[in-house]
T-cell receptor, first 113, second 111 residues
Framework: GQQLNQSPQSMFIQEGEDVSMNCTSSSIFNTWLWYKQDPGEGPVLLIALYKAGELTSNGRLTAQFGITRKDSFLNISASIPSDVGIYFCAGADSGGSNYKLTFGKGTLLTVNP | GAGVSQSPRYKVAKRGQDVALRCDPISGHVSLFWYQQALGQGPEFLTYFQNEAQLDKSGLPSDRFFAERPEGSVSTLKIQRTQQEDSAVYLC?????????FGEGSRLTVL
């Protein structure tokens, strides 16, 4: 089946630093999504990308849908302590099962104040 | 309610017991999904409903897993004869278009 490789697995940064994480896939997706999950909570959508090459921002977050449709990255600028959590990329299939999301294994972000 | 509600939040079961996990989706959301999230992993797709119709159950790991949504609203995920490998967080999500809204999950621990 499809697999998403998400890196890095974890990051430890100082407050105020910028962060970058990415996902690569063995196959094409027609939608890329980035989620954040806090402990004991469900994932919350941060950014959705629908077109290859698309660059989208949401406050301090910026994400891009790779031209090949097999990768995406997420940048967080000027990190703050509440950015702590696990960030997941997810891709939606092209074709008939485009409702089904495949998730990466997550990037654990720790921000030191 | 405003969001997706799941119950119970925590369930401890002895191996071999049956469990039922409930999901109340956001009112009016046609699509409902169940995902399984093992410790340290991302969520994995289990099954998908559009209204009361279960359109995809390809992610259910075995025939011990059964999901239903008889009236197109509340859904129940049932696991029969639980095994230790069933221990995970079971996430329910609903959507009206693309954005999936997840519940807080039901954490199942099988002893």
């Amino acid at each position: 089946g499809q697999q998403l490789n998400q890196s890095p697995q974890s990051m430890f940064i100082q407050e105020g630093e910028d962060v970058s994480m990415n996902c690569t896939s063995s196959s094409i997706f027609n939608t890329w999504l980035w989620y954040k999950q806090d402990p004991g909570e469900g994932p919350v959508l941060l950014i959705a990308l629908y077109k290859a090459g698309e660059l989208t921002s949401n406050g301090r977050l910026t994400a891009q849908f790779g031209i090949t449709r097999k990768d995406s990255f997420l940048n967080i600028s000027a990190s703050i302590p509440s950015d702590v959590g696990i960030y997941f990329c997810a891709g939606a299939d092209s074709g008939g099962s485009n409702y089904k999301l495949t998730f990466g294994k997550g990037t654990l972000l720790t921000v030191n104040p | 309610g405003a969001g997706v509600s799941q119950s119970p939040r925590y369930k401890v079961a002895k191996r071999g017991q049956d469990v039922a996990l409930r999901c109340d989706p956001i009112s009016g959301h046609v699509s409902l999904f169940w995902y399984q999230q093992a410790l340290g992993q991302g969520p994995e797709f289990l099954t998908y409903f559009q209204n009361e119709a279960q359109l995809d159950k390809s992610g259910l790991p075995s025939d011990r897993f059964f999901a239903e949504r008889p009236e197109g609203s509340v859904s129940t995920l049932k696991i029969q004869r639980t095994q230790q490998e069933d221990s995970a967080v079971y996430l329910c999500a609903s959507s009206s278009r693309w954005e999936l809204f997840f519940g807080e999950g039901s954490r199942l621990t099988v002893l």
